[in-house]
C-alpha cells in the first residue's frame, strides 16, 4: 500500500530564516506530487505541482520554492520567510489517473515569528 | 474565481439530525471528490464520482454527481458527533493537468 510522510509536523521559524520541508512517498512509482498551504478552517490554496523528476510548476508567486531531486520526493523551501507564509502545509500525491484521487500527507503547521 | 462554490460555509447541528452540502459549478467536472478533514490533519478522501447522476453511500453518507457533472451534493442521515470536521469537494477537468479544483469546504459541529 502506498503512504505519504511529510515532516516535520511543526516548525516555529524567526522572520527571514530559511525553510526546508519534505515530503516522500512510499508504494508508487511516478507520482503526480502536490505541496498546497491552507488557512484555518478553510480551503486548500495549490503552491506547487510536479509531474516527473525536475519538473515543477507553480501555482501562486511568492517567496517559495519547490523542487523534486527524486521520483518519491518533494521539498517545499525558502531563502527567507515572512510573516504571512505561516499556515498548514500539505503535501498530496495522486496517481496521475482519470480519477484525479489525490491522497494526503499529515501536514506540517508552520508558524513565522 | 471561485469555479467551486461549496454550501454552507458553516453549520452546527444537533446529533441525530440530517443535513446537506451542497457543492456547484458552472463548469464540467470529468469526477469529483469528497473528502473530509480534521484539525491538524490531511484531508482523507471518501469517495470520488464520476458519472453524471452517480449515487454512493457510504454507511450514514449519501454522495449524488448532478446529471450535467457541474454540481453534487453530500447528505449525512442522523449526524454523529464523529462526522465532525471540515468537509471539502474538488473536482476535476481535462484539461487541468490533473489538478484539482477546490471548493473553500464546509465547517460541519455536531453537537452531542
Known amino acids: 500500500s502506498q503512504t505519504i510522510h511529510q515532516w516535520p509536523a511543526t516548525l516555529v521559524q524567526p522572520v527571514g530564516s530559511p525553510l526546508s520541508l519534505e515530503c516522500t512517498v512510499e508504494?508508487?512509482?511516478?507520482?503526480?506530487l502536490y505541496w498546497y498551504r491552507q488557512a484555518a478552517g478553510r480551503g486548500l490554496q495549490l503552491l506547487f505541482y510536479?509531474?516527473?523528476?525536475?519538473?515543477i510548476s507553480s501555482e501562486v508567486p511568492q517567496n517559495l520554492s519547490a523542487s523534486r531531486p527524486q521520483d518519491r520526493q518533494f521539498i517545499l523551501s525558502s531563502k527567507k520567510l515572512l510573516l504571512s507564509d505561516s499556515g498548514f502545509y500539505l503535501c498530496?500525491?495522486?496517481?496521475?489517473?482519470?480519477?484525479?484521487?489525490?491522497?494526503f500527507g499529515p501536514g506540517t503547521r508552520l508558524t513565522v515569528t | 474565481t471561485q469555479l467551486l462554490e461549496q454550501s454552507p460555509q458553516f453549520l452546527s447541528i444537533q446529533e441525530g439530525e440530517n443535513l446537506t452540502v451542497y457543492c456547484n459549478s458552472s463548469?464540467?467536472?470529468?469526477?469529483l471528490q469528497w473528502y473530509r478533514q480534521e484539525p491538524g490533519e490531511g484531508p482523507v478522501l471518501l469517495v470520488t464520482v464520476v458519472t453524471g447522476g452517480e449515487v454512493k453511500k457510504l454507511k450514514r453518507l449519501t454522495f449524488q454527481f448532478g446529471d450535467a457533472r457541474k454540481d453534487s451534493s453530500l447528505h449525512i442521515t442522523a449526524a454523529q458527533p464523529g462526522d465532525t470536521g471540515l468537509y471539502l469537494c474538488a473536482g476535476g477537468r481535462r484539461d487541468s493537468n490533473y489538478q484539482l479544483i477546490w471548493g473553500a469546504g464546509t465547517k460541519l459541529i455536531i453537537k452531542p
Open positions: 463548469s464540467v467536472f470529468s469526477s
Open positions: 498530496a500525491w495522486s496517481g496521475g489517473d482519470a480519477s484525479y484521487e489525490q491522497y
Open positions: 508504494g508508487t512509482s511516478n507520482p503526480n
Open positions: 510536479s509531474v516527473g523528476i525536475g519538473q
